[in-house]
């Protein structure tokens, strides 16, 4: 395993305000624009964001003041170790 995948971090970040397809787009973008951010998968649905992101380059709540900088209510989060295979 590499330094690099150990210090990965995946936060599930629950979020208030989207209604469409377009919303998990604009948080995507949002939660992207940061270096450290290696995956995101937003779904409306569900009202969740799935970030794997390198916690030594970004914060969880960096992520989340860019959730509510988009126009929408990151209202909490669960985070573990990312599970990747090598």
Request: hydrophobic share 40%.
């Amino acid at each position: 395993m590499s330094a690099d995948v150990a210090r990965d971090q995946l936060a599930v970040i629950r979020i208030e305000g989207m209604h469409c397809h377009k919303c998990e787009k604009t948080i995507q973008k949002a939660l992207s624009r940061f270096a450290g951010v290696h995956e995101v998968e937003v779904d409306f649905n569900s009202g969740q964001a799935s970030v794997l992101f390198d916690r030594g380059a970004v914060t969880i709540k960096q992520l989340m003041d860019a959730v509510n900088d988009a126009g929408y209510r990151a209202t909490g989060f669960t985070q573990g170790q990312a599970d990747r295979a090598v």
